[in-house]
């Protein structure tokens, strides 16, 4: 018998048939592999981490990423993918469209698909992409029909969601990987955040207030956010450049302007990957738990986050450059979570957020 037919044969005999392919799978390195994370924004750019820890991992695979179209705006360029598949909101609801995307998927032979989000819709896409190997979340983290459509669940260990979604790729052989984000920069954006800085004289500094939030239950109170401002402009002499998105949102970036000193400065309607130049190119970032801040601390800004709902420890802006606040968090389904009472953000003071910047900027990097 061959020496490593024998060695085979071994590994069968002692560990057993099912153990010695478990050790055989793991040792076989795919070559095409499909991300797979539709929305949200926050959730898309704490997913980054995952396409690069690949890339490293893999240098020669084909790595794809299925993605709602507003969330992947922030992915055209991203240098660890070699293609982006960009989805319509409501996709699975049409016959058509689930024909469409099943040929599209087909075309690339995908030998594993990794499941982030874990819920039908994305184990659905995972399983129509025809791939053998479909990872996702077991418990926790599995969710609706995903624990029955993904065949190699993962039950995660750890606190933070970027290191429970690099848990996922324990079954490719990949353990504990750095984390990196590598978010993509074009020179259009660079251009556009580089004439916003000189139009609003912020070229020796400022920070960024974002006062939105997708849920009602993360806002806190525009006048604290403005009083925060006036503290930098007063104590500091930092400029604040205060972003906003939607109509809602300008009405609340437009009073904290109006309430936040002569420093206090609105910025101009700006897209996903605009507003990251501009918070790469920022001293401090102050926000709620949402995507624009999770996407200033992937871009390696200090960021000051305010949370209620959510637990800091696992959805905090990731890393020791940030400081997460927090005085109490709603114990309840997510369901419940969106219609927190206000007092959740409330008692978050606006001494706490001055002193937490205060904090960050006296730091010696």
């Not at 606190?159 to 984390?179: F, K, N, S």
């Not at 251009?191 to 239950?217: C, F, K, M, Q």
């Not at 002499?237 to 000193?261: C, D, K, M, Q, S």
Request: contains cysteine; aromatic residues 8%.
């Amino acid at each position: 018998m061959p020496k490593a037919a024998f060695c085979h044969w071994r590994i069968f005999k002692g560990w057993g048939i099912a153990a010695a392919f478990a050790i055989m799978r793991l040792n076989m390195q795919p070559q095409r592999i499909l991300i797979v994370r539709l929305s949200a924004i926050g959730d898309v750019i704490q997913t980054m981490p995952v396409a690069c820890a690949l890339r490293e991992r893999f240098p020669d695979a084909t790595l794809v990423w299925a993605v709602e179209q507003r969330a992947g705006a922030l992915l055209q360029g991203h240098e660890a993918l070699d293609e982006l598949i960009l989805l319509p909101r409501g996709w699975l609801k049409s016959l058509g469209e689930v024909r469409r995307l099943r040929r599209r998927l087909r075309e690339f032979n995908f030998d594993a698909t990794v499941d982030v989000q874990s819920l039908t819709k994305s184990a659905v896409l995972a399983w129509l992409s025809g791939a053998r190997r479909r990872i996702g979340f077991g418990n926790p983290g599995g969710r609706e029909l995903s624990k029955w459509l993904n065949n190699e669940r993962v039950d995660p260990k750890s606190t933070h969601v970027i290191d429970r979604y690099l848990e996922l790729l324990g079954p490719l052989g990949i353990q504990r990987p750095t984390v990196s984000f590598q978010v993509p920069e074009s020179q259009a954006d660079r251009l556009t955040a580089e004439r916003i800085i000189g139009e609003h004289s912020l070229d020796e500094g400022y920070a960024i207030v974002n006062p939105g939030a997708g849920w009602p239950s993360k806002l806190w109170p525009t006048e604290r956010f403005a009083a925060v401002a006036r503290h930098l402009g007063a104590s500091l002499r930092l400029p604040t450049l205060v972003v906003w998105a939607g109509a809602a949102e300008r009405g609340a970036a437009e009073r904290i302007v109006a309430e936040g000193g002569r420093l206090a400065v609105l910025s101009p309607p700006t897209s996903l990957p605009e507003l990251a130049a501009l918070a790469r190119r920022a001293k401090l970032f102050i926000g709620s738990d949402t995507g624009p801040l999770h996407l200033a601390a992937a871009v390696d800004t200090p960021c000051v986050g305010l949370y209620g709902p959510w637990p800091a420890a696992r959805h905090g802006p990731y890393g020791p450059r940030h400081i997460a606040l927090q005085k109490m968090f709603f114990e309840g389904p997510t369901r419940a979570r969106r219609t927190a009472p206000p007092i959740y953000m409330e008692s978050i003071t606006t001494e706490m957020v001055c002193e937490a910047c205060d904090e960050i900027l006296n730091r010696d990097y």
